[in-house]
């Protein structure tokens, strides 16, 4: 695989405050051993989870077909994985605090931006026969009940239906995200941006 999209090196970016003091290479390390002995210091890390999950889901099959047609495909399938690898590595960063209710005015709960953008990427990687470039979250989820707008690009595997993985990948980010979080969301846009010619994992194959 080129050196340019290897997704380890990519994450590299998020060593030091964003990891709790831990580096990729020993997240990476920690993964290779089953988790085991469980680590606290990792375990309790917000960024370290995000980070556990973007490795995570770097070394399943999907990401493996990904891998051979950037290695073996054109200089643009190339840019597109250094790109969707650049995503995840800004995901992991905390970003804005999104607020929860609780009955008790005197407590203050929240989630992480980059929690909700970590748990939307993984929805819509899971629908099957797309894999999520970009998440953002658009408009002021600090405050409840303020409008916003989630905004997905995807990679499509050929031959299948764009308008109907797409609003297959709406429907599910849209109720995860009902489920999940209070966020008022008035609308989930899905673009998809680029069109794979190698066959990817569809929700009938399974």
């Known amino acids: 695989m080129n050196d340019d999209v290897d997704p380890e090196a990519t994450l590299d970016g998020l060593d030091g405050a964003d990891l709790d003091g831990h580096t990729i290479d020993e997240l990476s390390e920690y993964l290779d051993r089953g988790r085991e002995p469980r680590d606290p210091s990792i375990?309790?890390?917000?960024?370290?989870?995000?980070?556990?999950?973007?490795?995570?889901?770097?070394?399943?099959?999907?990401?493996?077909?990904?891998?051979?047609?950037?290695?073996?495909?054109?200089?643009?399938?190339?840019?597109?994985?250094?790109?969707?690898?650049?995503?995840?590595?800004?995901?992991?960063?905390?970003?804005?605090?999104i607020p929860l209710r609780h009955p008790d005015p005197e407590v203050r709960l929240h989630l992480t931006e980059g929690s909700v953008r970590t748990l939307i990427r993984g929805v819509g990687d899971d629908v099957g026969g797309a894999i999520i470039g970009r998440v953002r979250l658009d408009g002021d989820v600090t405050v409840l009940d303020a409008p916003v707008?989630?905004?997905?690009?995807?990679?499509?595997a050929f031959g299948n239906n764009l308008?109907?993985?797409?609003?297959?990948?709406?429907?599910?980010?849209?109720a995860e995200l009902a489920i999940h979080t209070e966020l008022n969301v008035t609308a989930v846009d899905v673009t998809i941006?680029?069109?794979?010619?190698?066959r990817l994992m569809r929700p009938e194959d399974s």
């Open 43 to 97: 375990e309790d890390s917000p960024g370290c989870q995000l980070a556990l999950d973007a490795l995570l889901r770097l070394r399943t099959q999907t990401w493996a077909l990904l891998k051979s047609e950037a290695a073996t495909h054109s200089e643009h399938d190339r840019s597109w994985m250094h790109a969707v690898l650049q995503n995840i590595s800004l995901e992991a960063h905390a970003g804005r605090d």
């Open 163 to 174: 308008e109907q993985l797409s609003q297959r990948i709406r429907d599910r980010v849209t």
């Open 193 to 198: 941006i680029d069109i794979h010619t190698q």
């Open 149 to 156: 707008t989630v905004a997905i690009t995807a990679s499509a």
